[in-house]
């Protein structure tokens, strides 16, 4: 039925015009007013005179009708304004529930943005749910009720002959009645209503693509996907993320385990790389173009091209890496490490790349607060330099203050941050940390790998396999093969001892690390010189050797064994 609406009542005043409108069955009440000029002043009492005299006594909003006058003595023009409001009569109502949050769906809830734009990837088909929120309210039947109109009047409701009826709800897994009213989750998820019962589950899964159909995906449960993720479409999860196709140009986060068949972040030029954050493991088949952060294990079953891995555990690579960095703190073990055409890439072992990160930040820092500090120092040098301060020019003075100030605060600042810096350096090495790196098949020129405090570039390949250490602070050796579980130091430890016992040139010695990271002083068991020998005079004489006893002589016959050969030797 259409709403009516009616002028009750035209005022023309020299300053202003002024209408009243009932509509809605008289629960209604509209005003406007355009003054004549500026400055025009209404009183408010004068407005409430005259809805009082046309009858429209109830619902009034007083104060709102005050800041209509106040507009008004400003020039503004009042158009059809609600100023008072009645009440329709109900109908009875069954018993209904009242969800608090979005109950999965298969259709989308599109939102719009303070610009009126909608983003179609941004579906809503559910909310998150978290433990202890209240998810639903269950609404108790009502009977009609009488309404009443802005002039005070009654307006009957029509009750049905069948009273309104309440509803059951039952409630399944994850949920309960936190009273008579109300329902809970005792579980973090989503809300699933079905067959008359509510319950909550943390799992979602896409049984196909995730496209336009399924928009972006954001819970905090168990994620699974049973086809791709198609290029523009983000996916996050709370608990864990399996794909078991393919992924394309998106972002990829997890605080659990991420599981995938492969991502390609190639999206055109200038597009960028995939993103995957993950505060667990990942595993997939391969990767290309992806920026990884990973603080648990990366398993790559294939390859890993042009990729930024950085990792707090083990990273292994069955396949071949090329291209872009990987940083790893427990240790790296790939098949193949670049490609014969010599593809630079770097690979970082037993290091953790959110200390790195901080300590390069905290570089950046210091080296532009250098600069800032020179650039204040140029500022403040022609001003110390003036011989006769008292009589510098208030201005000139006001500016020296300044600068004085500045060089200060950069000083404290430039403190606080070699401070952090140095705490840094000096924090101790995680137990976690392995500086190894360990080759199945084959290390190719052009790889560049840093293991502790060693950097070196490989200007010819080198045969698997092998296990890469840190070698006395200043190399990189190739030792037998062995598991990432035997740590880099260790292994290095054992090598040095050996070393020693087989024994060192003065000249072979090299510097050595002990497993806190310091440097520490070898030395050879010397011999001890021998004692010079005197003779009874007190005068050195040449050591003499040790004389062997004679050895007996076999003699012929007729020989003298003083003659050696006989008689006419």
């Not at 399996?242 to 190639?266: F, H, P």
């Not at 790889?447 to 405090?453: H, M, N, R």
Request: charged residues 30%; glycine residues 10%.
């Amino acid at each position: 039925m259409a709403i009516e609406y009616k002028k009750i009542q035209e005022v023309h005043m020299p300053e202003f015009d002024l209408s009243l409108t009932l509509g809605n069955f008289a629960t209604e009440c509209y005003i406007s007013i355009s003054p004549k000029g500026s400055g025009i002043r209404i009183h408010s009492y004068k407005v409430f005179e005259l809805l009082k005299k046309r009858g429209i006594v109830k619902g009034v909003n007083r104060e709102f009708v005050r800041e209509l006058c106040h507009k008004v003595e400003h020039g503004h023009h009042i158009h059809s304004e609600q100023i008072a409001q009645g009440v329709l009569p109900s109908r009875d109502r069954d018993g209904f529930i009242d969800f608090k949050v979005r109950v999965s769906a298969e259709k989308a809830d599109y939102e719009e943005d303070a610009a009126g734009s909608v983003d179609f990837k941004n579906l809503r088909l559910f909310d998150n749910v978290e433990k202890g929120d209240i998810i639903a309210e269950i609404q108790k039947p009502e009977r009609a009720k009488d309404g009443w109109t802005v002039m005070g009047s009654t307006i009957p409701c029509k009750p049905n002959a069948v009273p309104p009826v309440a509803i059951n709800v039952k409630v399944g897994d994850g949920a309960r009645y936190a009273d008579a009213e109300h329902i809970e989750a005792t579980m973090s998820g989503r809300v699933i209503h079905e067959g008359g019962k509510i319950f909550m589950t943390d799992e979602y899964v896409v049984r196909e693509d995730v496209d336009f159909d399924v928009g972006h995906i954001d819970f905090i449960g168990h994620v699974k996907i049973n086809g791709d993720v198609v290029d523009g479409f983000n996916v996050k999860a709370g608990k864990s993320l399996k794909i078991r196709s393919n992924v394309g140009r998106c972002e990829l986060a997890c605080d659990g385990d991420i599981e995938l068949g492969g991502m390609t972040g190639e999206g055109g030029v200038g597009m960028g790389n995939s993103k995957i954050h993950c505060k667990g493991n990942i595993q997939a088949r391969y990767l290309r173009n992806v920026d990884v952060e990973c603080e648990g294990n990366v398993e790559i079953l294939r390859e890993a091209m042009h990729c930024n891995i950085k990792c707090a555990g083990i990273v292994s690579i069955r396949g071949t890496v090329a291209g872009g960095e990987i940083i790893a703190l427990g240790g790296v073990e790939v098949g193949t490490s670049g490609t014969s055409a010599g593809i630079p890439t770097e690979v970082i072992s037993g290091k953790d790349y959110r200390i790195e990160e901080k300590r390069k930040k905290l570089t950046r820092r210091i080296e532009a607060n250098e600069r800032q500090q020179k650039a204040v120092d140029k500022l403040i040098g022609p001003y110390l330099s003036v011989r006769d301060p008292a009589a510098m020019k208030d201005e000139y003075r006001e500016k020296l203050k300044k600068a004085l100030y500045q060089a200060q605060k950069l000083k404290l600042q430039h403190e606080d941050s070699s401070r952090q810096l140095r705490e840094l350096n000096e924090h101790e090495v995680s137990n976690r940390a392995n500086a190894k790196i360990n080759i199945q098949k084959v290390l190719h020129h052009g790889s560049i790998l840093t293991l502790g405090q060693t950097r070196k570039q490989y200007e010819a390949g080198l045969k698997g396999p092998v296990s890469l250490i840190e070698h006395r602070g200043d190399d990189i050796i190739p030792i037998k093969l062995s598991s990432l579980q035997k740590n880099a130091r260790q292994l290095e430890m054992d090598l040095i001892q050996k070393e020693y016992k087989e024994g060192y040139r003065e000249g072979d010695l090299k510097p050595v690390i002990n497993v806190e990271g310091a440097p520490v002083e070898v030395r050879h068991e010397e011999k001890p010189a021998p004692e010079p020998v005197s003779n009874a005079e007190g005068a050195p004489v040449e050591a003499q050797k040790e004389a062997k006893a004679p050895q007996p002589v076999a003699v012929a016959a007729g020989e003298s064994a003083e003659s050696g050969n006989g008689p006419n030797a």
